[in-house]
T-cell receptor, first 113, second 110 residues
Framework: NAGVTQTPKFQVLKTGQSMTLQCAQD?????MYWYRQDPGMGLRLIYY???????DKGEVPNGYNVSRLNKREFSLRLESAAPSQTSVYFC????????????FGPGTRLTVT | GQSLEQPSEVTAVEGAIVQINCTYQ??????LSWYQQHDGGAPTFLSY????GLEETGRFSSFLSRSDSYGYLLLQELQMKDSASYFC???????????FGAGTRLAVHP
């Protein structure tokens, strides 16, 4: 089992460019999450999907969109990147919604210049 | 609002015991989780307390006092590989998702 995988691992964008971060899990989990992590701060929830076919906003959703493509895959899209979106992005999954135990992917390090 | 406070840094020597504290303020409370994250790595789940008291898992233990809105992670027989950041996270009834603290960076020295 690969667990939670994310692509790409690193990305540099210019202001205004768009991109999609991909996430997949092979643990048959129902819920998936996107977080961002900035220096000196904890993980902040951007969007989540409690189950296939549903998505909802987290703490910091502005500037992002998501798609739960199927039970395995959950993508995060930046339509018009801004320097404030420079961060490390983590995808996570859990067997059920509102779980205290989440499994994280390796992260995508994004720089917006 | 919801907030968690934990020390930003802790240092200790190999073989010692260290305690990382976490105080929280939430609207509704289900439980307190702890995660470990090595530099450049992904967070990994360590423990969860829903009820008051101590939960032990090998060298790591976690404690919760709901009346004091306080918990801690206790690491015993410290090893160099324990150098990492440790995050407390609350499962809040009001928000229904994990809210993470800013993390405590633990440095273990020989």
């Amino acid at each position: 089992n690969a667990g939670v995988t994310q692509t790409p691992k690193f990305q540099v964008l210019k202001t205004g460019q768009s991109m999609t971060l991909q996430c997949a899990q092979d643990m048959n989990h129902n819920s998936m999450y996107w977080y961002r992590q900035d220096p000196g701060m904890g993980l902040r929830l951007i969007y989540y999907s409690a189950s296939e076919g549903t998505t909802d906003k987290g703490e910091v959703p502005n500037g992002y969109n998501v798609s739960r493509l199927n039970k395995r895959e959950f993508s995060l899209r930046l339509e018009s990147a801004a320097p404030s979106q420079t961060s490390v992005y983590f995808c996570a999954s859990s067997f059920r919604d509102s779980s205290y135990e989440q499994y994280f992917g390796p992260g995508t390090r994004l720089t917006v210049t | 609002g919801q907030s968690l406070e934990q020390p930003s840094e802790v240092t200790a020597v190999e073989g010692a015991i260290v305690q990382i504290n976490c105080t929280y303020q939430t609207s509704g409370f289900y439980g307190l989780s702890w995660y470990q994250q090595h530099d450049g790595g992904a967070p990994t789940f360590l423990s969860y307390n829903a009820l008051d008291g101590l939960e032990e898992t090998g060298r790591f233990s976690s404690f919760l006092s709901r009346s004091d809105s306080y918990g801690y992670l206790l690491l015993q027989e410290l090893q160099m590989k324990d150098s990492a950041s440790y995050f407390c996270a609350v499962l809040s009834g009001g928000y229904n998702k994990l809210i993470f603290g800013a993390g405590t960076r633990l440095a273990v020295h020989p």
